[in-house]
């Protein structure tokens, strides 16, 4: 599983890492993939730029944890997890969650489990910078509940 993660502050070229993803990898049928990017207007107005933070270590273990659910679940042969932390101006890249696997299904079924579990169990803390001052980002209910349809319950719901 090693260098299936990156917790980084670099942008990330999302060719060459699907390019990497299949490299010598002659099964793969399919690849889907998941870019997120920094809204220009966040839910409080607009967002002029976005910082992200983790706790080193238990971020990355948290997401090898969602990777392992995610291959026990779906037939995959490859994932790679970009998320990036630091500040972001809008319209920056955020976050890269790609897969491959023989078929399409499963592919896009792991690609959105991922991000779903990514959205509402990985640690990160998100800060909006806007007009008005900055804001911590909650999490969303509807983030929870995409989750929820998966069979997986959030941790952050009381």
Not at 125 to 133: N, Y
């Amino acid at each position: 599983m090693s260098g299936e993660i990156s917790i980084q502050r670099a942008d990330f070229d999302v060719g060459s890492e699907l390019a990497r993803l299949r490299a010598g990898e002659a099964r793969v049928g399919a690849v889907c993939c998941f870019v997120g990017t920094v809204r220009e207007h966040g839910s409080s107005g607009p967002v002029s730029r976005m910082e992200l933070e983790h706790y080193p270590g238990m971020t990355e273990k948290a997401i090898a944890a969602m990777i392992e659910e995610a291959r026990r679940r779906f037939d995959l042969y490859g994932v790679r997890v970009i998320h990036r932390v630091g500040a972001l101006a809008a319209q920056d890249q955020i976050v890269l969650v790609a897969v491959t696997s023989s078929h399409r299904q499963a592919s896009f079924q792991a690609c959105e489990f991922l991000m779903d579990y990514l959205k509402t169990q990985a640690p990160f803390w998100k800060k909006e910078h806007t007009p008005d001052g900055e804001r911590w980002v909650d999490a969303r209910e509807s983030d929870d509940a995409a989750l929820a349809r998966w069979g997986v319950r959030a941790r952050n719901v009381g």
